[in-house]
């Protein structure tokens, strides 16, 4: 059973543009929904969160926006740059602060 | 990485050996889970602990048993490894506040079994 659907698997933008990855969920027992962030050869970090109460929230050049009708939030990077290559990963959260993850997207800010 | 080793960072090892990957931080948090990273799967919940000796399964915990003794070390045991258990690991924290996921991971253990 896969409780959190993320698309695209990959993804190229040209530097200044913007990038968006979605993710859905299955069931309404999620309290947080975070965003991390994967260089290579790293752990995961984590970049932005959002809780469900909150239809959006905005980080510097990131945002999360959130729509619990329909069990969707998203990752939007305004002016991507070359050093947000990475790969990004949502999570739904549950209790004891537990993370179910997407399966990825790997984005690629072409210069 | 938040206060969080991990060791061995890399690790070949045969079929059929136990194998211990240990977590250790000096953040004082509550929580640590343990991870593992796969292409095209993402990270998957091994096991994770809510206390001391407090300790419950995650998504793919077959094969994995995991122990706490002490606030600081979270260990993570291959009973007899295969090799679909190659894999990296990843040890993370919480400081575990109500309605907050916030997690910090390590830097990772590669583990090999051939």
């Known amino acids: 059973q896969q409780q959190v659907k993320q698309s695209p698997q990959s993804l190229i933008v040209q530097k200044g543009g913007i990038s968006i990855i979605n993710c859905a969920y299955e069931?309404?027992?999620?309290?947080?929904f975070p965003w991390y962030q994967q260089f290579p050869g790293k752990g995961p970090a984590l970049l932005i969160a959002?809780?469900?109460?909150?239809s959006e929230k905005k980080e510097g050049r990131f945002t999360i926006s959130f729509n619990k009708s329909a069990k969707q939030f998203s990752l939007h990077i305004m002016d991507s740059q070359p050093g947000d290559s990475a790969t990004y990963f949502c999570?739904?959260?549950?209790?004891?602060?537990?993370?179910?993850f997407g399966k990825g997207t790997m984005l690629l800010v072409s210069p | 990485d938040a206060g969080i080793t991990q060791s061995p960072r890399h690790k070949v090892t045969e079929t059929g050996t136990p194998v211990t990957l240990r977590c250790h931080q000096t953040e004082n948090h509550r929580y640590m889970y343990w991870y593992r990273q796969d292409p095209g799967h993402g990270l998957r919940l091994i096991h994770y602990s809510y206390g001391v000796k407090d300790t419950d399964k995650g998504e793919v915990s077959d094969g994995y048993s995991v122990s706490r003794s002490k606030t600081e070390d979270f260990l993570l045991t291959l009973e007899s490894a295969t090799s679909s258990q190659t894999s990296v690991y990843f040890c993370?924290?919480?400081?575990?506040?109500?309605?907050?996921?916030?997690?910090?991971f390590g830097p990772g253990t590669r583990l090999t079994v051939t």
């Open positions: 959002i809780r469900p109460d909150v």
């Open positions: 069931n309404t027992a999620f309290d947080y």
């Open positions: 999570a739904v959260c549950s209790g004891y602060s537990t993370l179910t």
């Open positions: 993370a924290i919480s400081p575990g506040l109500a309605g907050v996921g916030e997690q910090y």
